[in-house]
């Protein structure tokens, strides 16, 4: 390698590790707004962890030739990054991803049946069990959602995940922007609130408290609305 290209990669280096020092304090802002809308056994620690992983890779893989600033990539990396190490780290048991497949079938069975959405009553007496008990489940699986539409489903049943893999990356391109078009769509037909805090809580970012003050419902009802609504999804989308 030629002097001048060492210098080339020194300098680099060099530049790579000052966008990391001086952005470090965004992997905080994003990790503590995520960590407000995430189950209380997600530490703080580990989205920091992750986070600056993937500003590190922002750095060494940033292009200014493609017009996005360097804070616009690396927050996109950061908060991907922080996502990707709480999905990896799934600690819903087993019976939780097992109710939410059974509520799911219910809904659909519900849906497809009488032409309309399922209500809280009718989902509960098809599973046999009080509407206090279904209202446990949902409970229990709001503690286990992860934030994003390609969370709909839970890691290997991730609706975004169970798309065939196509041999052409164009195509793999193509399927998922539909499927997130069909997504949207679906959103779009949920019970009005259901699709209220669907929009609180991914388009405006609010917290499960904070959606609660909005719509004059306790914070672990809004819980409970977010996770019917999402596994309505799934029963609409499977």
Do not use: C
């Not at 995430?38 to 922002?58: S, W, Y």
């Not at 989902?123 to 709001?142: G, T």
């Amino acid at each position: 390698m030629s002097l001048i290209m060492k210098k080339i990669d020194v300098y680099s280096q060099y530049e790579r590790q000052d966008l990391v020092a001086k952005h470090a304090p965004l992997v905080k802002r994003i990790a503590y707004h995520l960590k407000s809308r995430m189950p209380a056994n997600i530490q703080l620690d580990d989205l920091i962890q992750a986070g600056m992983v993937g500003l590190l890779e922002a750095a060494n893989n940033y292009d200014a030739t493609q017009g996005a600033s360097f804070e616009t990539y690396a927050g996109i990396r950061v908060r991907g990054a922080m996502l990707d190490d709480v999905r990896k780290n799934d600690w819903a048991p087993r019976s939780v991803h097992r109710n939410n497949r059974r509520v799911a079938a219910v809904v659909q069975k519900i849906e497809n049946e009488k032409g309309r959405d399922a209500r809280d009553t009718e989902i509960a007496e098809a599973l046999d069990m009080k509407l206090e008990e279904y209202n446990r489940i949902l409970q229990d699986a709001s503690g286990h959602k992860i934030l994003s539409f390609e969370d709909i489903g839970s890691n290997d049943e991730s609706l975004l995940n169970n798309i065939p893999n196509p041999q052409s990356e164009l195509l793999d391109v193509i399927q998922k922007d539909d499927l997130k078009s069909l997504v949207a769509t679906a959103i779009a037909s949920l019970p009005e609130r259901e699709r209220l805090v669907m929009a609180l809580y991914y388009d405006e970012e609010l917290n499960l408290r904070e959606i609660g003050a909005v719509i004059g419902v306790s914070e672990s009802r809004v819980s409970q609305i977010h996770s019917q609504a999402v596994i309505r999804l799934q029963a609409r989308l499977t």
